[in-house]
């Protein structure tokens, strides 16, 4: 894991002797919008035309914030729509890297070896992270944006008027305070929450977060005891946001991050609900727990020095649900 100096490469981890040994999440710097017409985004960003075949994903299948991304791609049904290149599992000295001789891990689009140097194509002196997911422009060869929470609002509702593309609302404007709410608090304690337990340095910077991080899972224990998903009936962008932090927990974050108080499976309406969220058809086949576990115990060399893979835990996210009580989600 590194990052970019003035466009130049350094394998750097994160210096948390800087921050009391806390970990702090760098903001996306590329924070452009695709629009149905290629008008200006919601607060005035540069706006891009909504077209079939213009835009390309650039993901991880282990890295939740760009799991996002896949999820709604799939939902919104957008597959022949804007394409895809998944980087290697393996991120290390070079940073997330692809593999020219596996098809399943190439840049078929810039023909990169690593994702760094689609950063710089785009801004020689680039200095930051180098982050998935990245949604590229194939029009006019820029980054439209790098922040996986505007790029799931774009697929959302920007390419609507495209043939065969889904017209449900993940989104819908009478829920965005609400939804926008509940993301807040889940993206603090429960998504960046467990990277904050798992990247800290310090002890009681470590129990913080820990203590946060269960203190949300046992209010979202307790809230979707009488509701199907986090809104009631209907499944919401705010499910999706938190589906792709629970689906990795009990292989990745239970043990590699030390967030061990319970496992996901030790809550049952958390683990039903997740479990309810894996059956939406499609969304299986964005999940690959192998590259998950491979990516966090591989490439975090500071926290697992011996690069060893465990073989568990026991997963069967195919089970039943026990959620249909519920109500069903309206069409």
């Not at 970019?4 to 702090?24: I, N, P």
């Not at 299948?61 to 799991?67: I, R, S, T, Y």
């Not at 957008?78 to 998944?86: G, M, N, Q």
């Not at 593999?99 to 200095?127: M, Q, S, W």
């Amino acid at each position: 894991m590194g990052l970019l100096v003035e466009g130049k490469w350094q394998d750097k981890w994160y210096d948390t002797d800087k921050t009391g040994g806390k970990f702090e999440r760098e903001k996306a710097r590329f924070r452009h919008w695709v629009t149905r017409d290629g008008s200006a985004g919601p607060t005035g960003e540069k706006g891009f035309k909504a077209e079939s075949g213009r835009y390309h994903l650039y993901v991880s299948m282990a890295c939740p914030w760009a799991h996002r991304t896949l999820v709604f791609r799939k939902l919104k049904q957008l597959e022949e729509h804007i394409s895809v290149s998944v980087v290697h599992p393996d991120m290390l000295e070079n940073g997330w890297e692809f593999r020219p001789e596996d098809p399943a891990h190439r840049d078929e689009i810039n023909g990169a070896r690593y994702l760094h140097e689609v950063y710089t194509k785009v801004a020689p002196d680039y200095t930051g992270r180098v982050t998935v997911p990245v949604l590229w422009d194939r029009q006019t060869s820029v980054i439209v944006s790098n922040e996986s929470a505007d790029i799931i609002r774009m697929l959302n509702g920007a390419f609507d008027g495209l043939e065969g593309v889904s017209q449900k609302d993940y989104c819908p404007p009478e829920l965005r305070e609400k939804i926008d709410e509940i993301n807040a608090r889940v993206y603090d304690t429960v998504n960046n929450g467990v990277y904050k337990a798992g990247f800290a340095t310090a002890q009681d910077v470590y129990e913080r977060a820990f203590d946060e991080l269960f203190e949300s899972l046992d209010w979202l224990e307790q809230r979707l005891s009488g509701n199907r998903y986090l809104l009631g009936y209907r499944v919401t962008e705010a499910d999706w946001r938190l589906f792709t932090t629970l689906v990795r927990f009990d292989a990745v974050y239970y043990s590699h991050f030390k967030c061990n108080r319970e496992r996901l499976a030790d809550f049952p309406h958390l683990s039903g609900y997740l479990r309810d969220l894996y059956q939406v058809p499609g969304v299986a086949e964005t999940v690959d727990i192998g590259q998950i576990k491979r990516h966090y115990y591989v490439s975090q060399r500071t926290v697992n020095p011996t690069q060893i893979v465990p073989k568990g835990p026991s997963l069967n996210f195919d089970a039943p649900h026990g959620r249909d009580h519920l109500g069903p989600e309206p069409e």
